[in-house]
């Protein structure tokens, strides 16, 4: 699956493209009819951009025409998060999506945790140097 994170309206969603299904899953926290054919449009504009790409670094792999997708639009559950979250919840169903459903949804009681584990996750990537206090040293695992 290829995830495009894209910021629609001041919300972060993610475009999930299967190309086994032709199928995109469309997480949008401020999902809305309104907002399907903003969708559709930044779709076609992906769609394209992911075919130009994969034949230029990819010889013989290519999307199917756009006319032949399907937008889904999976359930979410209530939005339990605040508005300037909106990227750490995409990054969450992008982390947690696994092709037919969430495998952990976010909820009032979960944010925070979810939060802090991104958090460490970046902290803790290859390659960072960052000098990081010693409080948060602390709460790092070795």
Known sequence: MIIV?????????AY???SHGCTVHVFD?????SRHQAHMEIFK???????SCLEHF????SLKPFDSWYLNYPSLGPVVSKPNDS???????ARNFNGGQLNEQVTKDNILSIRLSMFADILMLDGNEAKLPALVLKFLPK
Do not use: N, Q, T
Not at 87 to 93: A, D, K, N, R, S
């Open 45 to 51: 504009i992906l769609h394209d951009s992911l075919s």
């Open 58 to 61: 990819f010889k013989g792999w």
């Open 87 to 93: 990227g750490i919840v995409m990054l969450h169903y």
């Open 5 to 13: 994170p894209v910021l629609v309206d001041h919300i972060w969603c």
């Open 16 to 18: 999930m493209f299967d």
């Open 29 to 33: 926290r401020a999902h809305a009819e």
